[in-house]
Antibody, heavy 120, light 108 residues
Framework: EVQLVESGGGLVQPGGSLRLSCAAS????????MHWVRQAPGKGLVWVSR????????SYADSVKGRFTISRDNAKNTLYLQMNSLRAEDTAVYYC?????????????WGQGTLVTVSS | DIQMTQSPSSLSASVGDRVTITCRAS??????LNWYQQKPGKAPKLLIY???SLQSGVPSRFSGSGSGTDFTLTISSLQPEDFATYYC??????????FGQGTRLEIK
């Protein structure tokens, strides 16, 4: 069974840092591109970042570019999101999601999400 | 960036109704369009990918169509468990993937 389990969320002050993790199991993690998607309270889904299967290529939403870094450890089956210079508007539930690796690259499995709250 | 606009933003319908949700892209995205369902407090669930392909395990009352800039998600006969929020998503631009703003489907 495919499972994605996020951790690392919590309360952080503006300007602070946080690292999210996403532990993957039930599939060959090293074969799949992975993504982070966030959802502010009561709002819609916003794509944050993606990384290819070996970690050599990444992309970011303009809103987080230069502040967030996506990475992965295929030996540990874990995806990461390092978030620096956090702002109030980064407050959201953060989901990791697997890229189905087919046409249109849909996200076929999602974690349960981890809440990040940026507040003083 | 490619902007995705869904209509309507909210919709009231009854069990058994046929419902259609529309998603429009700001430029042509071929068939790089996916649909998700999200229930409160839960992660999104993939319903349709590549505009019209049904994800494994998703009931056949869900269908998708369209290409280019205009797409639709249709639920042929609403069931109680279908009341949720629906999102379209474009993956034509892998540099910046974007979602529609969502359509909330409520019970009439």
């Amino acid at each position: 069974e495919v499972q994605l389990v996020e951790s690392g969320g919590g309360l952080v002050q503006p300007g602070g840092s946080l690292r999210l993790s996403c532990a993957a199991s039930g599939f060959t993690f090293s074969s799949y591109w992975m993504h982070w998607v966030r959802q502010a309270p009561g709002k819609g889904l916003v794509w944050v970042s993606r990384i290819n299967s070996d970690g050599s290529s990444t992309s970011y939403a303009d809103s987080v570019k230069g502040r967030f870094t996506i990475s992965r450890d295929n030996a540990k089956n874990t995806l990461y999101l390092q978030m620096n210079s956090l702002r109030a508007e980064d407050t959201a539930v953060y989901y990791c999601a697997r890229d189905k690796e087919t046409v249109a690259a849909p996200f076929d499995y999602w974690g349960q999400g981890t809440l990040v709250t940026v507040s003083s | 960036d490619i902007q995705m606009t869904q209509s309507p933003s909210s919709l009231s319908a009854s069990v058994g109704d046929r419902v259609t949700i529309t998603c429009r892209a700001s430029q042509s995205i071929s068939s790089y369009l996916n649909w998700y369902q999200q229930k409160p407090g839960k992660a999104p669930k993939l319903l349709i990918y590549a505009a019209s392909s049904l994800q494994s395990g998703v009931p056949s009352r869900f269908s998708g169509s369209g290409s280019g800039t205009d797409f639709t998600l249709t639920i042929s006969s609403l069931q109680p468990e279908d009341f949720a929020t629906y999102y379209c998503q474009q993956s034509y631009s892998t540099l910046e993937i974007t979602f529609g703003q969502g359509t909330r489907l409520e019970i009439k």
